[in-house]
């Protein structure tokens, strides 16, 4: 069975400087991995998604997340912070299992970042 | 773009009510999911359906039902509304199996249900 953790339910960054949101994942086969965002009041975006390629995915907005087997992980990265990347952000894990997997997603419990001035 | 619509943004309703929560895709996707959002807990998978008239349960189906009776629309159903289910509940659509973008979900706005 697929899990992921979101390693923290808060993240507080001032404008400019860098940010990192955790997520660990637990999966049997090889999963595809994605980041959704959040925006108040708003849907749920993609932000960008591994799928077997290269390890170091880059999203919109600047962020970019690398996927590393030997840690079970896919931190969030961006380098410098901006008002705007004030949102929700969920990590999820997709499994492919040869068979069909339906887009069945599992999502993490979500990062609150907070950006201040 | 891809239109995820739900019905209904803002919903009161008393305990014990039938209710009724409406998601219609424009894209011709497969798969379709209903999700309930609830803070702390991200998106917990209810039900979900990879063609018409199938559904299978997800994570949290109990108190809830479905129904596609077209490939676009996808309805969910609390028979008897109960306080627990209030929550922000998220219709979401993919192409499904094979096709370009098969597992990367487009969300509606979501439906905030309130059960007094």
């Known amino acids: 069975a697929q899990s992921v953790t979101q390693l923290d339910s808060h993240v507080s960054v001032s404008e400019g400087t860098p940010v990192l949101l955790r997520c660990n994942y637990s999966s049997s086969y090889s999963p595809s991995l994605f980041w959704y965002v959040q925006h108040p009041n708003k849907g749920l975006q993609l932000l960008l998604k591994y799928t077997s390629a290269a390890t170091l995915v880059k999203g919109i907005n600047g962020f970019e997340a690398e996927f590393k087997k030997s840690e079970t992980s896919f931190h969030l990265t961006k380098p410098s912070a901006h008002m705007s990347d004030a949102a929700e952000y969920f990590c999820?894990?997709?499994?492919?299992?040869?068979?069909?997997?339906?887009?069945?997603?599992?999502f993490g419990q979500g990062t609150i970042l907070t950006v201040h001035p | 773009d891809v239109k995820v619509t739900q019905s209904s943004r803002y919903l009161v309703k008393r305990t014990g009510e039938k209710v009724f929560l409406e998601c219609v895709q424009d894209?011709?996707?497969?798969?379709m999911f209903w999700y309930r959002q609830d803070p702390g807990l991200g998106l917990r998978l209810i039900y979900f359906?990879?063609?018409?008239?199938?559904?299978e349960k997800g994570d949290i189906p109990e108190g809830y039902s479905v129904s596609r009776e077209k490939k676009e629309r996808f309805s969910l159903i609390l028979e008897s509304a109960s306080t627990n289910q209030t929550s922000m509940y998220l219709c979401?659509?993919?192409?499904?199996?094979?096709?370009?973008?098969?597992?990367?979900?487009?969300f509606g706005a979501g439906s905030r249900l309130t059960v007094l």
């Open positions: 979401a659509s993919n192409p499904g199996q094979g096709k370009s973008g098969a597992n990367v979900l487009t």
């Open positions: 894209m011709d996707h497969e798969n």
């Open positions: 359906s990879y063609d018409v008239k199938m559904k």
């Open positions: 999820v894990v997709s499994e492919v299992s040869g068979g069909t997997s339906y887009g069945k997603l599992t």
